[in-house]
């Protein structure tokens, strides 16, 4: 008995996989530029703009991506490695946070989402950095970890409303 199955690509399927993609894509060459204030924007709107094309699950996925790829092109310190997964999870707040409201207010969910995120990083950070480096190198990393997140994770809401508003 042959038990073959055959995967059908409909329209909807393939334009899912095809902006699936592309935003993997983007949030993956993202940490390529090497500066915070540039790839952290870029990456966020990609988060926000996962989860309103795509739905809060593909925004998940797309959010695993971005600190791995960071973290092996040094966009992201090789001190901060033992950080990676509380960032992928501090990511995957974001989307799931931002999911949820995104329906009562846009601008709301995009400034909450961001907050807890910054929290989230900050906290951990804090803790992970102060067990794990020397003073003088955990202030500056520390840094990274705080206020540039929020700032990033909001500017990345409103290029993501610029973006699906064209």
């Known amino acids: 008995m042959n038990r073959e199955k055959t995967l059908a690509l409909n329209r909807d399927k393939i334009f899912y996989l095809t902006k699936l993609i592309l ?4 949030a993956t060459i993202a940490p390529l530029f090497h500066q915070q204030m540039i790839t ?10 996962s989860v309103i094309l795509l739905g809060t699950q593909a925004g998940m996925m797309v959010a695993l991506i971005p ?7 040094g966009t992201l310190p090789a001190p901060l490695a033992p950080m990676v997964p509380y960032i992928m999870l501090g990511n995957v707040l974001l989307v799931l946070i931002f999911g949820f409201l995104k329906d009562k207010n846009y601008w709301l969910a995009v ?12 906290a951990t950070s804090t803790i992970v950095i102060d067990l794990l480096l020397k003073k003088e190198l ?6 990274m ?15 993501a409303w610029g973006l699906i508003k064209k």
């Open 23 to 26: 935003l993997v894509g983007v």
């Open 40 to 49: 952290g924007p870029i990456v966020n709107a990609t988060f926000f703009a």
């Open 67 to 73: 600190s791995i790829i960071a973290l092996s092109v």
């Open 111 to 122: 400034g909450f989402s961001s907050l807890v995120k910054f929290l989230w990083l900050f």
């Open 138 to 143: 955990a202030q500056s990393v520390a840094l």
């Open 145 to 159: 970890m705080s206020w540039p997140q929020l700032l990033t994770a909001l500017l990345g809401g409103i290029i």
